[in-house]
């Protein structure tokens, strides 16, 4: 197995990752562009674009897209995040070439046809409808939006109902021209397939793209963190509680939070868990996630509990919290770091993971971090790095966001973390 790079012609970088060992290929495409990269008046049209993809092109329609894809036996898709659009395949590597050529037809020659944008729209507005039906997905739409507070990268992905519904050709067009350009793609492949082949076949069908005008840039990450309540009558009420964390680019950070998450609320035996759910009761699902952006990061805790359960809930959260900025067992890290490698080892096995771990080394650090590298970081790290982690991690500003039924004069203030 053997990871190389280069460069097409026209400036896009090329990483691959050969794995004789299988039968299959993945593909990932990726921009480096989500809806933190929007203007006010382009919000959610990087998701609204991905979606447009597929609507079809000069030479073939959506129907003919999906058949394709269906005869060659593999499966394709996409999604938009707030730093990244990916559009991702796995067939046999015996289809790559159709597959590849497929991928690159729809990012290079969708039509926008006016018909395929109404009808479109009208099935964002139900995934919006269907985000604001799942409390689970609503209560963390309300806790970004507070947490980096009027701000892109805190805004929805799928953007804003009204604005939405002013896109025409002309705006599709002119955000591929501004992002969608040689700079800001990044072709990843793994899979029984080499390099030589892929940069051969990618050089004949992604000569449409262009380099950039300009360099696009983000506006920094504030967080800023608060309390929102959003009533809902549900049988149960959703809370997320976070806090700012780390950004990826230190590398060693990053894997701090990770590990720190995994040992708080990742796992069947972590403390929150074990706690919260085995212990108390007080939820059915209860866990914690580190997310990491360019510039920033968000660490949250998660969890739905009965509408009365509420405030003892949110007190036991904050005890948990607390406990663990106070210390860390090295059994716990051991468990943790061991529970990382084993996810990391056998995620290894498959293309689709590769293809993707690739592309985003590449496109955030310009460079592949090999599976050694990252484990050796992980087995170095110590508990007194995980609490110092933990004690810059709960020292900022919480962000609440509830979604449901809670009691009456609710203070979040009243929650007090230790100083």
């Known amino acids: ?75 394709f898709n996409a999604y938009t995040s707030r730093e990244h659009t990916v559009y991702y395949s796995k067939v046999l590597n015996e289809n790559f070439d159709q597959a590849l050529e497929i991928l690159a037809d729809i990012l290079q020659n969708s039509l926008f046809a006016k018909a395929d944008i109404e009808k479109e729209l009208s099935v964002i507005m139900q995934e919006m409808a269907s ?45 591929l021209g501004k992002y969608y350009t040689t700079e800001n793609i990044y072709i990843s492949v793994a899979g029984n397939i080499s390099h030589d082949k892929v940069i051969n076949l990618a050089e004949k069908y992604f000569l449409l793209v262009r380099s950039s005008l300009s360099s ?8 800023k963190g608060g309390f929102v309540h959003t009533k809902k009558i549900l049988e149960q009420t959703s809370i997320a509680l976070g806090f700012e964390s ?52 968000i660490f949250s805790i998660y ?21 663990i900025r106070e210390h860390i067992s090295e059994e716990e890290l051991q468990r943790a770091k061991s529970q990382i490698k084993t996810s990391i080892l056998m995620a290894e096995e498959r293309t689709e993971y590769k293809s993707e771990e690739i592309g985003k080394n590449f496109a955030l650090f310009g460079k592949y971090f090999s599976t050694d590298e990252v484990l050796d970081v992980i087995m170095n790290i110590n508990t007194r790095n995980l609490t110092e982690c933990a004690e810059k991690i709960f020292a900022s500003k919480p962000t609440l966001s509830i979604v449901g039924e809670m009691p009456e004069n609710f203070n979040f203030n009243m929650f007090k973390l230790s100083n």
């Open 131 to 175: 985000v604001n039906d799942n409390p689970d997905e609503l209560v963390y739409e309300k806790f970004y939006s507070l947490a980096f507070e009027g701000q892109p990268i805190g805004k929805s992905i799928l953007g804003d109902a009204k604005n939405l519904a002013k896109f025409q050709k002309e705006d599709f067009l002119n955000f």
């Open 216 to 223: 696009p840039k983000i506006a920094p990450a504030k967080y």
């Open 1 to 75: 197995m053997s990871f190389q790079n280069s460069k097409l012609s026209n400036g896009i970088n090329v990483v691959t990752f050969n794995m004789p060992h299988v039968s299959s290929v993945s593909i990932n495409i990726i921009v480096k562009v989500g809806s933190r990269y929007e203007s006010r008046q382009e919000s959610g049209i990087s998701h609204f674009l991905e979606h447009m993809a597929f609507k079809g092109t000069k030479t073939r329609s959506a129907e003919e897209i999906a058949k394709e894809f269906d005869i060659i036996g593999g499966y």
């Open 246 to 297: 780390v950004p990826y680019s230190n590398i060693a950070e990053f894997y701090y939070a990770q590990i720190l998450s995994v040992i708080f609320g990742g796992s069947l035996s972590s403390r929150l868990f074990q706690r919260i759910r085995e212990t108390l009761g007080l939820a059915y699902s209860v866990g914690s996630f580190n997310s990491s952006y360019y510039d920033s990061g």
């Open 303 to 323: 969890a739905g509990s009965d509408h009365q359960n509420v405030e003892k809930l949110l007190t036991n959260l904050i005890i948990e919290i607390n406990k």
